[in-house]
């Protein structure tokens, strides 16, 4: 408010807001507020010619700001300072707090980039981390899938190696009925002198297809393997 009355050239009501607030400030112990105020109230003073009050208030404002390490409100307090040097002809001192003004100015200014350049850098990295754990999460889901479809194919397989063993089970049981057959034939043929030409053809036939049936298994065995 005491800023708008000070541009109004209202500087009355513009100096009371201006204390008042300095007053509230104060007492609250807000010091970056209280530098604020007092620099509006040093320009305010200039504005009016009163430059010894102005430099006073200045200064006062310059020795919070610079215990708070407020480099913004400094330079603002070197600028004024030098302005008001330079009205009252003491150019040495304007020299001065120009020259400081600069410095902190670019200072500030280099500060502000390398907080940028810090601020791109850290949204690079967040960007960099997010892809990498969106690849991550995606090939530990195609892993797992993979490791899924592993796990149905050992289960599929060790489901037909069951199944094989259990046929290969009733195989063997198949055939060895068969071999008893033709092993008691083929001694019979051998040692019964007193078979006729008829009962020897009739075990023949008998031996040929009990081979026909078990060459059959064998070959339905090997289809399956």
Same mark, same amino acid.
């Given at each position: ?18 204390? #008042? ?32 009050? %102005? ?6 404002? @310059? ?6 390490? %407020? ?10 300072? %030098? ?19 600069? $410095? ?9 980039? $390398? ?27 195609? @892993? ?22 259990? +046929? ?6 198949? @055939? ?10 083929? #001694? ?33 065995? +090997?289809?399956?393997?």
């Amino acid at each position: 408010v005491g800023s708008i009355y000070s541009s109004m050239g209202d500087y009355e009501r513009a100096y009371e807001y201006i204390v #008042r607030s300095i007053a509230v400030v104060q007492q609250k112990g807000m010091q970056s507020e209280e530098s604020e105020f007092l620099i509006t109230l040093g320009q305010l003073y200039a504005r009016q010619n009163r430059f010894d009050e %102005a430099v006073t208030t200045l200064h006062r404002s @310059l020795t919070i700001a610079e215990s708070m390490q %407020a480099r913004r409100f400094s330079y603002t307090i070197h600028r004024e300072l %030098a302005d008001i040097y330079a009205k009252t002809d003491n150019y040495e001192a304007a020299y001065i707090h120009f020259t400081t003004y600069h $410095e902190i100015k670019e200072e500030v200014a280099s500060a502000d980039v $390398e907080k940028k350049i810090k601020a791109v850098e850290i949204s690079f990295e967040v960007e960099r981390t997010r892809k990498q754990n969106t690849t991550y999460r995606r090939k530990n889901t195609e @892993l797992s899938n993979l490791l899924q479809e592993v796990a149905n194919l050992n289960a599929h397989l060790q489901k037909v190696n069951e199944e094989k063993n259990e +046929l290969l089970g009733i195989v063997a049981h198949d @055939l060895q009925n068969p071999l008893c057959s033709i092993l008691i034939i083929g #001694r019979l043929l051998r040692d019964d002198a007193t078979l006729s030409q008829e009962e020897r053809a009739e075990f023949i036939e008998s031996i040929i297809s009990t081979v026909s049936h078990m060459s059959e298994l064998i070959s339905r065995l +090997l289809s399956i393997n």
